[in-house]
């Protein structure tokens, strides 16, 4: 039996370009063109699309409220659009909870370097806009020891030829997915709810981007599609779950999913695989003998806003 | 010839998973629960053509005294674990240097390195075992693999700079480097992100 | 029903007969909502981020002006009040033109909200059955409720005043007041449902203060009858419309305790904020002082309160409430000063610094400024469309056909049943 495959570090791997770092003149690659016909063809099908969404679409019911039947017309509609706009098959499911399953997740923060892998393999799992707008589920804070957790001396946008700087440490932050959420509190449409095993999820069909979760989500953790996703059919991941990382419309909200279409399936959440310290611990919270139990039960662990009261799922823990 | 290489490869594979889950259960490297299954990672390769040792120290004189090294420097330029008073054979074995010891004197094969860690480092190989310290991919319900401390930390200098994918037998595994990570690129702030 | 053809095709005619001033202003407001439309087609086609919201400030310009505007419409009461509860007549006649502002205003609340949303298309959701509306948690769906109950009072209390001055008719009393005394505490629930939108966020400490209720009120009283007050002097001069001196000076004084208040609960918040000086200061240090080289709210922060406080001063004094040009002057100072206070003042430091610590200084695009240029453009023909018919019904120049010859004295149309 070989190991199973373990997911690239990605440490070599050029990182994502900006536009302005193209050459002038620069022959163009096959991949180039293909990614520049995708998105010729997704700039005319976003000018037709801008002018309303399709009659189906228009009436489809609120995802709690599909009969099975109406589920999977939904699901084989998203795949079909999935071709049209990237030309490539994908598989959309919609797995719901598990039985006996609430999830926990643990974030060692005696160990994060803030080498930022965990942010951009999550933005090449879940499918999220890549520049216009740039969207990033994980935010990782460059903070100082010297100051310990504290926003008025936290940097986002740190760059570093080398991580750890001395005297900082790092904490990423990532939807909390709250016992007590306060998004979907203050969602005047349901459209965002949490589901059994504890993920907070959206339909995205059914949102209609006022952004009152945005205003409410203490830890910003909630992201809006400000314009048409910037998504090329080589980048995009084909393994989809309906609530979690299917592309996703303008004008709608979307966040860390603990990646459901992963995890739903028993596989750990690619920011967990992907990080090389082993800073991130995911496991099943009803499960006393699970790695995030015995975080609970021998380290100091702490969670994110605690006088907010919003009993987040995720939790800080210094393993020394 | 197809159906027989079909054979032998899955021969191989059954006989290479017990090889891997073994010494996992036997040695105590890793605790698995009744629904998980842990697989050991490859260890990171040793520097070319070292191994075995004893092709060379099998004919060397064996001098216990503590020195500088007229060879290894690859290991000694980087020497760090407690260099003011530990030196090569308090891990390394005089008589065998294919083997390592621990204080005690027992023998400890290099795919066990882990538990001569573990000897000042109780805690860490403690945390190991459950899962706490050090990285696993896979599943969270099941199989997932872990990896040793070697693959993350180079034992002459434990101390994490970072850390490399290589391929060892045509397996993807890591290997710990002496430089540190590059971050990747910072987000763009929103005012970078104009219409 | 030909009384109901007979009374819309005169409508048409007041509304499409004026002077040149008259036409001049229309051609500005559709102008304005040329502009608006051209710049609307902009952000449906880009998305929003043909503005300058991002995710660190997600709310700006259109939610600013939504708040502003819903306190406008709440400030129909002030005039209501000393009207219909305590029966004074000067004031009792002009009534209803502050009721048709807040009709405009809550219309141009609406198209704010509107325009701010990702999916538009998809307003229905908030809608009780056909939708999945989140209520009673979601503050947005009792703000949603609210704002249209609000809006549909107030039409049909405007709609049933005119038709029945139009027709020459005394209004039943006992169907009418118990309406107009239930707009004044709808009229306070408006705004203070809004203020709960924001009040109840504990991410946004900025926002989570008790006092943000108060302070919504406080100063939409102050802000929204200045409107009334430039309005009654055009319309004494257009129309002749007898309009006591009284009566607008009566409402300058309440306007003037509302002044008050609503700085005196600014000195409470600022007290608070800088005296505990938590980490919560931040925001407010933003606004009035900046934070590192991030100032582009400070100008405004002191010109707002400049405004405030020499607005209160003219509102205060007699003698400068009695001149029309101090007292003009102080409604425009008034009407900038919380305009600047609702829009920038409360929505940008509520979420500068982010949830994160990060500073992004925000400022409009011009497909932002177009938008809302065509909102407000909307908002007001509206209003100058009621207005031009409305006043020609109390004036008496505008009556059903029958009635035309041997009118009624006035004050028997448009009073309450003997």
Redesign the interface.
């Known amino acids: ?9 990605r ?2 791997e050029p ?2 370009r ?1 536009p302005e770092e193209a050459v002038a003149g620069e022959a163009l690659s096959p991949g180039r063109r293909a990614f520049l016909r995708t998105a010729a063809a997704g700039a005319a099908m976003a000018a037709l699309s801008s002018c309303g969404t399709g009659v189906e679409e228009f009436f489809q019911k609120h995802f709690k409220e599909l009969k099975p039947d109406e589920l999977a017309r939904v699901l084989a509609r998203i795949e079909r659009r999935n071709r049209e706009r990237f030309g490539r098959d994908t598989k959309v499911g919609a797995e719901g909870p598990r039985a006996g399953v609430f999830f926990g997740y643990g974030l ?1 923060i005696s160990r994060c ?5 965990c ?2 393999a999550c933005v090449r799992e879940n499918n999220q806009s890549r ?4 969207i ?1 589920w994980i ?1 990782v804070l460059e903070m100082e020891k010297e100051h310990g957790v504290d926003l008025s001396h936290a940097d ?9 700087r001395p005297g900082k440490f790092y904490f990423p932050v990532q939807c909390q997915q709250c016992r007590n959420p306060p998004c979907v509190r203050t969602c005047p449409t349901g459209a965002t709810w949490k589901e059994p095993d504890g993920i907070v999820v959206i339909d995205y069909n059914w949102c209609i981007g006022c952004r009152c979760c945005m205003s409410a989500c203490p830890y910003g953790a909630r992201h809006f599609n ?1 314009a048409n996703p910037t998504l090329a059919a080589e980048e995009l991941n084909p393994d989809e779950h309906y609530l979690g990382n299917r592309p996703r419309p303008k004008g709608v909200v979307e966040k860390c999913t603990f990646c459901i279409q992963r ?1 739903r399936r ?3 959440p690619a920011c ?2 992907v ?4 800073a991130r ?4 919270l009803l ?1 006393p ?3 995030i139990r ?2 609970m039960e ?2 100091r662990v702490f969670v994110f806003k605690e006088e907010l009261a919003t009993q987040p799922q995720f939790y800080y823990f210094y ?2 | 010839m197809g159906p027989r290489i079909g054979w032998f490869l899955l021969l191989a ?2 006989a ?2 017990f090889i ?1 889950v073994g010494p996992a259960v036997a040695a105590g490297g890793a605790a698995a ?3 998980e299954t842990l ?4 260890a990171p390769p040793f520097s070319e053509g070292i191994f075995p040792c004893s092709s060379c120290h099998g004919d060397l004189p064996k001098n216990g005294e503590r020195r500088e090294l007229a060879f290894h420097d690859e290991q000694q330029s980087i020497f760090s674990h407690d260099a003011e008073h530990r030196w090569c054979l308090d891990c390394h074995d005089l008589e065998n240097r294919d083997v390592l010891h621990l204080t005690s004197g027992a023998k400890v094969k290099f795919s066990e390195s882990y538990l001569l860690c573990g000897q000042c480092h109780g ?1 860490k190989l403690r ?1 190991w075992r ?16 872990y ?1 040793l401390c070697v693959n ?1 930390h180079n034992p002459h200098a434990p101390r ?1 700079k ?4 290589v391929v060892v037998d045509g ?4 290997a710990p480097t002496q ?13 970078e ?3 | 029903m030909s009384g109901v053809t007979e009374f819309l095709r005169g409508c048409l005619r007041e509304v499409t007969t004026g002077n040149r001033s008259y036409w001049a202003w229309i051609g500005f407001l559709l102008a304005a909502i040329a502009v608006g439309i051209a710049a609307y087609s902009v952000q449906a086609g ?1 998305g929003l ?2 503005t ?1 919201m ?4 997600s709310w700006a310009f259109y939610v600013g002006n939504f708040t502003f505007l819903v306190g406008v419409a709440a400030a129909a009461v002030l005039l209501v009040v000393p009207a219909y509860v305590y029966q004074w007549k000067p004031i009792k006649e002009v009534a209803v033109l502050g009721e048709l502002l807040a009709v405009s205003a809550l219309i141009m609340c609406l198209l704010f909200i509107l325009v701010d949303m990702g999916h538009p298309d998809r307003f229905l959701h908030i809608v009780p059955i056909i939708g999945s509306p989140n209520w009673p948690s979601s503050m947005l769906t009792w703000d949603a409720l609210v704002l249209n109950a609000y809006l549909l009072l107030n039409l049909v209390l405007v709609l049933y005043l005119l038709f029945k001055t139009y027709r020459g008719q005394p209004y039943n009393v006992r169907v009418f007041l118990p309406l107009v005394l239930l707009s004044i505490p709808m009229a306070i629930s408006t705004h203070t449902v809004t203020a709960f939108l924001y009040n109840g966020m504990a991410a946004r400490p900025y926002w989570n203060a008790s006092i943000l209720a108060p302070r919504f009120i406080a100063s939409a009283f102050c802000s929204g009858p200045s409107v009334m007050i430039i309005l009654f002097q055009v319309l004494r001069r257009a129309f002749r419309f007898d309009i006591k001196d009284e009566a607008i000076w009566k409402i300058a004084e309440l306007m003037a305790y509302a002044m008050f208040l609503n700085l005196f609960l600014l000195g409470a918040e600022l007290f608070k904020e800088y005296y505990s000086a938590t980490e919560h200061l931040l925001y407010t240090k933003y606004y009035w002082q900046g934070i590192g080289g991030h100032r582009t709210l400070v100008p405004y922060a002191w010109l707002s309160l400049a405004s405030s406080v020499v607005a209160f001063v003219l509102f205060l004094v007699p003698r400068t409430r009695r001149r029309f040009v101090t007292l003009n002057l102080g409604c425009l100072l008034i009407w900038a000063g919380v305009y600047i206070e609702k829009g920038m003042g409360l929505i940008i430091p509520g979420f500068t610094p982010s949830t994160l610590g990060q500073i ?2 925000y400022a409009p ?1 011009a497909v932002e400024w177009g938008i809302a240029a065509g909102v407000f453009g909307v908002g007001f023909l509206v209003f100058t469309v009621l207005v031009k018919i409305a006043v020609p019904i109390l004036v008496g120049t505008f009556r059903a056909p029958e009635r035309a010859q041997g009118s009624e004295p006035s004050h028997a149309a448009g009073a309450p049943t003997p």
């Open positions: 039996m070989t190991s199973p495959r373990l997911p690239l570090l440490s070599g990182s994502p900006h060692d370097v803030g080498c930022r892998r942010v951009y520049r216009h707008p740039q990033h935010q986002l946008y740190y760059e570093a030829d080398a991580v750890p400000w995890t028993g596989r750990y967990v695989e990080c090389p310290v082993g611990k995911f496991g099943n499960d003998e699970s790695e015995r975080v021998t380290k393993a020394t | 594979a059954g290479g998973s891997a629960t009744a629904s697989v050991e990672a490859e805690d945390d459950l899962g706490i310290h050090g990285k696993r991919v896979g599943r969270w319900d099941g199989a997932k693999t990896f993350c994490f970072g850390v490399a994918e397996k993807p595994t890591v430089e540190f990570l590059k971050p990747e690129p910072r987000p763009r702030r929103p005012e992100q104009r219409q | 880009a981020i043909a300058n991002r995710d660190d400030v992004y200084p695009t």
